[in-house]
């Protein structure tokens, strides 16, 4: 069996590998060497700018006498004004108690210290763009460790627990964590997970799988009435995660609303891949995900135009998908939308962080001993991205405050993650994150390139506003490149609870606007300055807009097609999704 594909270099020896690869185990699958470069290139530059560091020493000197007078008002009880203030998304130090010396003092001088370091570590001249970004990561990271909210004797609110309790609390911390660490090294899943069964709790609206290959099973949805529209709709989620997202409890499950809506629905479910799919790559995911499952569609429902849907990096496929399909002219589809899916990758959001030469050399070489990227290495690169509302702010409330977060649907999703097949996340990293091949014109798909002009269909786009993973602005850019009606959509929330918004979801809200093909380039800042915010979810809006594009209600197509080669094989929610 072959171990290479046309990206990895000539000259990589096994012995490399294998020491990279151990390595890799020790480091999170984070490459030293990319780090090395960074910091090097920073303090290379930062001695030899006088200026700069003269600046940082004045900073210095003026937070000290800023922080000094403050304590100085504090403790002879003079109303003072902080020094400084939390920024909006940092709620560490939001509880009265926290207004008090001195704990206002522990926090203060946090803050000033984060402040002055991500002053040294920016604006630095000659530094790369990438490397500031590194350094300026890693020394936040390094310096959350500190935060006087993590520790019981700087958290007031920990230490009032802590009193009023007689250190009950921090029992329940320590049969937390132990419990936790217990089912980790056992690699089992966190508390709460086994309430959420795939096909029992969540996952649960009917429907059949009607095809199965090596790489995916499609599944049909049920109608829930006697008439739909007679456009089908095609779901192509991220392999990165389990479909039911789209899918999870009635309440919230985004196939329920179609179906109720009146569309039928088909949705592609991913194979768990293992080391006997290391050699799959991007083009298979084109062939035989995406066509294989439009071709199953048109089968089952011939003669009618597809509204396609992809999520995350599976929206990302669906484009390269249908830019080829619309350089071909073939003429399959009859709407493209995209939730939190990026076509340009130039402003990708704190994942470039993870992302240069060396760690992507650093990743391959870690899959190729594999044949996979293990889900630990995907679920803590995310988790450092929001460091402070993943890890920091659940070790506080569950270890030292001693109370257990309730497992939700959500959560239990979150924890069932998938693998990724060696070739293809290294062709995905290398052709699109380092190379932006897609949005440049030389992605090839077959023996030609497919651009996202090529696209050929009205498009839908769904940005979110706190989504850290694609981040909105990257996500908006599909409206400079395609040629056709593109209508864009900023909803509140992050990249998965912003997509995941039933109508009767509190507290949310979106803009909504249409640009026809034809009209000029709108920035993004411009954009959100320019389009009204409506209270509530989006999904109506999406809706009601599937609804403009497609026809009038008919009688349902039946599950499957036998005679077309594509018969029911078993319930919903299917095999794959089930794999461990």
């Known amino acids: 069996m072959t171990m290479e594909h046309p990206t990895t270099p000539k000259h990589v020896f096994p012995i490399d590998r294998f020491l990279h690869a151990g390595e890799a185990r020790l480091t999170a699958g984070l490459s030293p060497s990319s780090a090395l470069s960074a910091y090097l290139d920073w303090a290379a530059h930062l001695a030899n700018s006088p200026g700069k560091i003269g600046e940082l020493f004045e900073k210095a000197f003026r937070k000290s006498l800023k922080f000094n007078a403050h304590v100085g008002e504090a403790l002879l009880e003079k109303e003072g004004t902080p020094c400084i203030e939390p920024l909006a998304q940092d709620n560490r130090f939001r509880g009265e108690d926290w207004r008090r010396p001195p704990y206002i003092f522990?926090?203060?001088?946090?803050?000033l210290l984060q402040q002055w370091w991500h002053n040294a570590t920016t604006s630095v001249e000659g530094v790369s763009d990438h490397h500031q970004d590194v350094v300026a990561f890693c020394a936040r990271q390094f310096l959350d460790v500190f935060a006087?909210?993590?520790?019981?004797?700087?958290?007031?609110?920990?230490?009032?627990?802590?009193?009023?309790?007689?250190?009950?609390?921090?029992?329940?911390?320590?049969?937390?964590?132990?419990e936790d660490w217990a089912r980790a090294a056992l690699q089992k899943p966190p508390l709460g997970t086994e309430n959420f069964r795939v096909g029992k709790d969540v996952a649960i609206t009917p429907g059949k799988v009607?095809?199965?290959?090596?790489?995916?099973?499609?599944?049909?949805?049920?109608?829930?009435?006697?008439?739909?529209?007679?456009?089908?709709?095609?779901?192509?989620?991220?392999?990165?995660?389990?479909?039911?997202?789209?899918?999870?409890?009635?309440?919230?499950?985004?196939?329920?609303?179609?179906?109720?809506?009146?569309?039928?629905?088909?949705?592609?479910?991913?194979?768990?891949?293992?080391?006997?799919d290391r050699n799959l790559g991007m083009d298979d995911y084109i062939d035989g995900g995406v066509t294989a499952a439009l071709a199953a569609v048109r089968a089952i429902v011939p003669e009618e135009k597809v509204h396609a849907v992809g999520y995350c990096i599976g929206g990302t496929l669906?484009?390269?998908?249908?830019?080829?399909?619309?350089?071909?002219?073939?003429?399959?589809?009859?709407?493209?939308?995209?939730?939190?899916?990026?076509?340009?990758?130039?402003?990708?959001?704190?994942?470039?962080?993870?992302?240069?030469?060396?760690?992507?050399?650093?990743?391959e070489d870690l899959m190729w001993d594999k044949g996979y990227l293990d889900t630990k290495q995907m679920t803590g690169a995310f988790q450092m991205l929001r460091s402070n509302d993943l890890i920091w702010s659940r070790i506080v409330h569950e270890y030292l405050l001693g109370n257990r977060r309730a497992m939700i649907d959500l959560m239990a999703w979150n924890a069932d993650a998938t693998r990724m097949p060696?070739?293809?996340?290294?062709?995905?990293?290398?052709?699109l994150f380092l190379k932006n091949a897609f949005a440049e014109g030389h992605y090839y798909v077959g023996d030609k390139p497919a651009t996202p002009s090529d696209i050929r269909v009205p498009i839908f786009a769904v940005g979110a506003e706190k989504d850290h993973v694609a981040p909105w602005k990257s996500v908006y850019k599909i409206n400079f490149f395609a040629d056709v009606e593109v209508t864009f959509l900023l909803t509140s929330g992050g990249h998965n609870a912003g997509i995941i918004s039933p109508p009767d979801h509190p507290r949310r809200h979106h803009r909504i606007a249409t640009k026809p093909g034809c009209d000029p380039y709108i920035s993004p800042e411009d954009w959100i300055e320019t389009t009204e915010e409506h209270p509530g979810s989006w999904w109506p809006a999406w809706q009601a807009w599937l609804v403009k594009h497609s026809g009038?209600?008919?009688?349902?197509?039946?599950?499957?097609?036998?005679?077309?080669?594509?018969?029911?094989?078993?319930?919903?929610p299917g095999t794959y999704v089930l794999m461990e």
């Open 422 to 431: 060696y070739r293809m996340h290294s062709e995905y990293l290398r052709k």
């Open 210 to 276: 009607v095809y199965r290959n090596n790489l995916i099973e499609v599944i049909q949805y049920a109608p829930s009435g006697k008439t739909v529209h007679p456009e089908p709709v095609l779901i192509v989620p991220a392999w990165i995660m389990k479909y039911y997202i789209l899918d999870l409890s009635p309440h919230n499950s985004l196939v329920k609303y179609l179906v109720d809506g009146g569309h039928t629905v088909f949705m592609i479910s991913w194979k768990n891949p293992h080391e006997e």
């Open 106 to 111: 522990y926090y203060q001088a946090f803050l």
């Open 148 to 178: 006087p909210s993590n520790f019981l004797l700087t958290n007031p609110e920990a230490l009032k627990i802590t009193l009023e309790s007689g250190g009950m609390n921090l029992v329940r911390g320590a049969q937390n964590f132990f």
């Open 318 to 363: 669906l484009s390269i998908a249908a830019a080829a399909l619309g350089r071909d002219g073939e003429d399959r589809l009859k709407s493209m939308t995209l939730f939190a899916a990026q076509t340009d990758f130039t402003e990708a959001g704190e994942l470039m962080l993870f992302i240069d030469q060396s760690q992507i050399a650093y990743l």
């Open 552 to 572: 009038a209600r008919r009688k349902p197509p039946a599950m499957g097609k036998a005679e077309a080669g594509y018969p029911p094989l078993c319930d919903a």
